[in-house]
């Protein structure tokens, strides 16, 4: 979260590092307006991929919680949270489509016909 706002922070100081590179005819503070700019940009990408690994690890460790204890309602429930959890941080608009609703189902269905081949 810091990260994403550190990114748009800076993301506008590059807006307006630009604008003063025009205004000035200056071509190297435009240049790093851009550079501020290509910054912004990766330092946003970078906070979204270590949240979204953060919620994949926990939707992991809920698996294999699962997996250890099939029978168990609580660490069903936890698992299917946590995966609806991770799938909605996949989207922008941090909805839960039908086809990951399926994966989500599917990955827990696994884990307990492997419990119950053994």
């Keep these: ?21 025009s205004v000035w005819e200056n071509s190297w503070m435009t240049m790093l307006g851009i550079l501020l700019g290509v910054a912004s940009a ?5 906070s979204r991929m270590k949240q979204n690994l953060v ?3 926990e939707y992991k460790a ?9 029978d168990d309602k609580g660490a069903m429930e936890k698992a299917h949270a946590a995966g ?9 608009n941090r909805t839960l ?10 990955e827990i269905a696994q884990i307990l016909n492997k419990k119950k081949k053994k």
């Design 84 to 92: 609806v959890e991770y799938y909605k941080s996949k989207r922008d």
């Design 62 to 70: 809920q698996l294999r919680e699962l997996a250890k204890k099939p």
């Design 1 to 21: 979260m810091i990260g994403r706002l550190a990114g748009f922070i800076l993301l506008l100081l590059c807006f307006f590092v630009l604008y003063l590179g």
């Design 42 to 46: 990766i330092l946003i990408v970078i």
């Design 97 to 106: 489509l039908p086809m990951d609703e399926h994966i989500i189902q599917n």
């Design 55 to 57: 919620l994949l690890e």
